[in-house]
Every structure is written in C-alpha cells, then in structure tokens.
C-alpha cells in the first residue's frame, strides 16, 4: 500500500511544480485531486479508513477513472488533446459513469433489500427464544 503514496506524492509533486512553472487551470486541479489522493491513500495505509483485512481495493475502481481524467487534464490543454486522449478520456469516463452507477445500486437497492430480509418479522421468535428448549407452561409453572 506503501507503493501508491509513492506514486501519488509523485504525480502531485509533478503536478505542482507544473502549475508553478505555468499556471494552468488544469494543472492545478490535477495537483489538488493527486494531493487528496495522497492524503486518502496514507489514511488508508495507516489503517485509519481500512483494517488490515481490507485486501481488495474496489475502491480505486471509482477512484483511478478520476485521477486519469485529472491528469489528462493536466497534461494537456482541454482543447489540445490527442486523439488517442481523448478515446482514453471517454473509457475512463464511461467506466466512471458505470462504476458510479453500480456503487449507488449497490447502497439504495441491494442495501435495504439485504437488511429487510436478515430481520425478523414481529411475528417471529428471537434465536434465543426458539433455543431454550422451554415451552411457555413449563417456564410458567417453574418445571424443568
């Protein structure tokens, strides 16, 4: 994990010294989205957002998409970019679009739908209840 906030102290590095050099309105978003970059991925290296058991990080599915779309940006004037910038800006922001849309379905739809069904109905005993091996009559009368 220690390798992603090399590179991305690296890109703001680069980025900075870019929008110092020429300030560009690119340049300086690319360096402040690369900076909270840096900062997320020390926050997560550190074990502050992510346990050591958070292994798989789906969240940079969201993320990288992001940090291409910023770095073009800063790479390239907006209206100077090269054909092939710009098929890898339209991947990347379709793939944002996709991911972002699965993200939102995943919380507002499965979410709920998981929740409503691992409760219990009203109607239903508790696992403690049904586990006791009493009967209500045999709880009643104090019999064992």
Do not use: H
Request: with cysteine; aromatic share 10%; glycine share 6%.
């Amino acid at each position: 994990m220690y390798f992603f906030i090399v590179v991305a102290a690296a890109a703001t590095c680069y980025f900075a010294i870019a929008a110092i050099r020429q300030p560009r309105l690119g340049a300086i978003v690319a360096a402040l989205v690369w900076l909270a970059y840096t900062a997320y991925e020390v926050l997560i290296a550190n074990g502050t957002l992510c346990d050591a058991n958070c292994n798989i990080r789906v969240d940079l599915i969201v993320l990288w998409p992001l940090l291409w779309i910023a770095t073009l940006f800063g790479v390239y004037a907006p209206g100077q970019w090269p054909a092939a910038a710009k098929i890898f800006a339209k991947v990347s922001g379709a793939l944002l679009a996709v991911m972002t849309a699965v993200a939102l379905y995943m919380v507002l739809v499965e979410g709920p739908a998981a929740n409503r069904t691992a409760a219990p109905t009203p109607g239903e005993a508790t696992s403690g209840e049904a586990t006791s091996g009493s009967t209500t009559s045999e709880s009643a009368t104090g019999a064992k």
